[in-house]
Nanobody
Framework: QVQLVESGGGSVQAGGSLRLSCAAS????????MGWFRQAPGKEREFVAA????????SYADSVKGRFTISRDNVQRMIYLEMNVLKDEDTGVYYC????????????????????WGQGTQVTVSS
C-alpha cells in the first residue's frame, strides 16, 4: 500500500504564501490521480485541488481558483500545492490523497473517490 506524507504546513499572515508537499512511498503512485483536501475545525473535509495521473489536467475548488496551484513530479514521487494570497478561511488541516482508480480518464473531485490518505499538515492563516 502506498503511503503518503505531507509537509510544508505552518503559520502565515493573511496575504502570504505556503508550499505544501506530499511524498509517495511507491512508484505506482505515478498511475493515479492525486488530490488535496482540507478540513477546518468543526467542518467537513472538503476538496481543494486535483491533478490527473499524467499531470496534464487539474481542477480547483472555486474558493482557491487563481490562488492555489497543484502539480506533481512522478519521477520524484511528489505532489505539491502552491498556495498564494492566503486568507483566514484557508486555515485547516491539509491532506493529500490518492485516487482509488488507476489512470482514471476524468479527474476525481469527491472524497469517496480517494482511498489512500496522508496524515495531514496544519495550515494556519491569521490576519
Amino acid at each position: 500500500q502506498v503511503q503518503l506524507v505531507e509537509s510544508g504546513g505552518g503559520s502565515v499572515q493573511a496575504g502570504g504564501s505556503l508550499r505544501l508537499s506530499c511524498a509517495a512511498s511507491d512508484r505506482k503512485f505515478s498511475g493515479y490521480g492525486m488530490g488535496w483536501f482540507r478540513q477546518a475545525p468543526g467542518k467537513e473535509r472538503e476538496f481543494v485541488a486535483a491533478v490527473s495521473w499524467s499531470g496534464a489536467r487539474t481542477s480547483y475548488a472555486d474558493s482557491v481558483k487563481g490562488r492555489f496551484t497543484i502539480s506533481r513530479d512522478n519521477v520524484q514521487r511528489m505532489i505539491y500545492l502552491e498556495m498564494n494570497v492566503l486568507k483566514d478561511e484557508d486555515t485547516g488541516v491539509y491532506y493529500c490523497a490518492m485516487d482509488r482508480v488507476m489512470t482514471r480518464v476524468s479527474l476525481a473531485l469527491s472524497l469517496g473517490e480517494y482511498d489512500t490518505w496522508g496524515q495531514g499538515t496544519q495550515v494556519t492563516v491569521s490576519s
